[in-house]
């Protein structure tokens, strides 16, 4: 039955639904919120092909022409802005600079906007993704007017909900949730155990942290260490078989789901990186707890809310504890699948698209209220 749109939103992003952020907090509420007669149209800075390039060496010139065209292409649609009921934000809509097209999408089409955070993009943190120079560019201090130039901020979690209502703007926690009917149990055809992690070059070194554990464990039990996404060649961890796979959103699902344990290191480097780590969803828990995967995490940040440690999960503050965590999940198959199972069941009962698609819904329709 075709559901009658009564709420149009434009939906504005740095980045195509290649980076998770965009797929998993604006691209899949596309179709739930249809379903509410809500119209959610997405319109990226960078197009897939620009943001595969991006943080590639060289191709610069290449790089600046393909930011100029979007740059004149956000132009263009600020002209169009007019016929959308509300404005949607995720993050930023674009990767660098002031606000500057927040700002003219708000005066031209005199629309009320909904800012995302699913990060601490207010805290200046120098992230190894960017460089120093590049951290410099993202002006940080545009978070905090953004925020208050908003009717309502949808947050990732507790900690910038909180930070968002001290600026006086209406706050609304929405975790990072994946599509329980896509991340779910499988069958596993594992010879041997295979411990996983699923990352990028700029999170790497907090597996690293790990590794003489994992060295320790191999001298007991057999197992395969899988990294995807790290960026970086196989490290020859004595005894250990690793797997080191290039990130493919083709294969997204299946990396997760074909674990037997996961993990979740997370290294505090510096104040300034603390709190910019509280600002993190923890989804990487989320997707293991959908995915019906037992894992260890460090309980940093909301982390420490994430699931039921010792039934879902396994919280690790030190070396100790990661050791003794994971020889309990690799010596025991019937563990790992009752953990898995409460995992699973947790996330059905906190995690789904449906539950927090109506969380969404009910911020557009009071935004357009006013």
């Known amino acids: 039955m075709k559901t009658d749109i009564q709420i149009r939103v434009k939906a504005l992003a740095s980045y195509p639904k290649e980076a998770a952020a965009t797929r998993f907090r604006v691209e899949q509420f596309v179709g739930p919120l249809r379903e509410r007669g809500i119209e959610l149209e997405l319109s990226p800075f960078l197009s897939a092909e620009q943001f595969a390039e991006m943080y590639k060496p060289g191709g610069s010139l290449k790089k600046a022409a393909g930011i100029a065209r979007s740059f ?15 404005l949607f934000v995720q993050r930023e809509a674009m990767f660098f600079g002031p606000e500057i097209f927040e700002w003219l999408f708000q005066i031209a089409g005199r629309v009320p906007m909904v800012l995302d955070l699913d990060d601490a993009t207010y805290v200046p943190y120098a992230s190894p993704t960017y460089g120093r120079l590049g951290s410099a560019l993202k002006f940080f201090g545009k978070t905090d007017r953004l925020i208050r130039r908003s009717a309502a901020v949808t947050c990732g979690n507790r900690f910038i909900a909180e930070y968002v209502s001290k600026l006086g ?10 599509d329980t009917g896509v991340f779910r149990p499988v069958e596993k055809d594992n010879n041997i155990p295979v411990v996983g992690w699923v990352g990028t070059h700029s999170t790497f070194p907090s597996l690293e942290s790990l590794l003489p554990v994992l060295e320790k464990l191999a001298a007991k039990h057999e197992f395969v260490l899988r990294v995807v996404g790290s960026g970086r060649d196989a490290k020859e961890i004595p005894g250990v078989r ?22 979740y290191p997370i290294v505090v480097s510096s104040s300034a990186n603390e709190e910019w780590l ?4 923890g989804f990487k828990a989320i997707q293991y707890l959908a995915a019906g995967v037992p894992f260890v995490m460090s309980p940093v940040g909301i982390c420490a809310e994430i699931g039921r440690p010792g039934e879902t999960h396994f919280n690790a503050e030190s070396a100790e504890d990661w050791y003794n965590s994971l020889d309990k999940l690799l010596g025991d198959a019937e563990l790992r699948n009752k953990m898995g199972k409460s995992g699973r069941e947790h996330s059905l009962e906190n995690y789904t698209v449906e539950k927090q698609a109506d969380k969404l819904a009910e911020v557009f329709r009071a935004a357009k209220l006013g």
Not at 72 to 86: H, I, S
Not at 169 to 178: D, G, K, L
Not at 243 to 263: I, Q, Y
Not at 278 to 281: D, E, Q, W
């Open 72 to 86: 004149l292409r956000r132009l263009a649609e600020a002209a169009r802005v007019g016929k959308y009921d509300l």
């Open 169 to 178: 703007t209406r706050a609304e926690v929405i975790p990072t949730v994946v």
């Open 242 to 263: 690793s797997e080191v796979l290039k990130w493919s959103l083709e294969r997204e699902v299946e990396d997760f789901c074909t674990l037997d344990v996961g993990l």
């Open 278 to 281: 509280k600002g993190k969803s």
